[in-house]
């Protein structure tokens, strides 16, 4: 089956900080989407993002959907940015269910 | 803002006693999925439904967990009888889709602990 990889699997980083995670993917996929967890543990949609670049304020991902990878680039980042940041990726089959990667938890110190 | 409601937040049980987690998703969205979260790792998918059909329970261990969505709206989840291994997060979410846009929206979880 397909594999989703995230790097780096930690990260620790003062506030104002830049900071770039990466997603790779091992096949062709339908669409690809970021996911923040906060320390409460509530997942919360970032970008739905199958390929080319968004942005939303501080946030912004780039899919480059023929070389399999994606990064998510968080710009002076606060102490709410900690948490743990997981891509998930769809096949486009019928059931629509998610694959996800193991995550990247980022610290932010203040 | 519409969102996914959860509850309990929070439940803690003895090993061998029946648990019970709620879940209203968005109205609207028929399909719903429960996940199960172990510390550390990302969510694992137990089961999916459409409607108040079950399309893939899997990833279910049926010996011991049964869902259902018996009017396609609200869902239960039940572990019985609980085991240690069972301490994890518990989240459902259902579809949303519109134009392009093919995504999951989470409730905020029910955090399981198994003494």
């Known amino acids: 089956g397909i594999q989703v990889e995230q790097s780096p699997p930690d990260l620790i980083l003062q506030e104002g900080a830049n900071s770039t995670l990466r997603c790779n993917f091992s096949?062709?996929?339908?669409?690809l989407q970021w996911f923040h967890q906060n320390p409460w543990g509530q997942l919360i949609n970032l970008f739905y993002?199958?390929?080319?670049?968004k942005q939303n304020g501080r946030l912004s991902a780039t899919t480059v959907a023929t070389e399999r990878y994606s990064l998510l680039y968080i710009s002076s980042s606060q102490t709410t940015d900690s948490g743990v940041y997981f891509c998930?990726?769809?096949?486009?089959?019928?059931?629509?269910?998610?694959?996800w990667g193991a995550g990247t938890k980022l610290i932010i110190k203040p | 803002e519409a969102e996914v409601a959860q509850s309990p937040r929070y439940k803690i049980t003895e090993k061998s006693q029946a648990v019970a987690f709620w879940c209203d998703p968005i109205?609207?969205?028929?399909?719903l999925y429960w996940y199960r979260q172990i510390l550390g790792q990302g969510p694992e998918l137990l089961v999916q439904?459409?409607?108040?059909?079950?399309?893939?329970d899997s990833q279910l261990p049926k010996d011991r967990f049964s869902a259902e969505r018996l009017k396609g709206v609200d869902s239960t989840l039940k572990i019985q009888p609980a085991e240690l291994g069972d301490s994890a997060m518990y989240l459902c979410?259902?579809?949303?889709?519109?134009?392009?846009?093919?995504?999951?929206?989470f409730g905020p979880g029910t955090r399981l602990t198994v003494l």
């Open positions: 998930a990726v769809d096949l486009g089959d019928s059931n629509y269910q998610l694959i």
């Open positions: 096949d062709s996929v339908n669409n």
């Open positions: 979410a259902s579809r949303f889709r519109q134009g392009r846009t093919d995504t999951q929206y």
């Open positions: 993002i199958p390929s080319g670049t």
């Open positions: 439904f459409q409607d108040e059909s079950v399309v893939d």
């Open positions: 109205s609207g969205h028929a399909t």
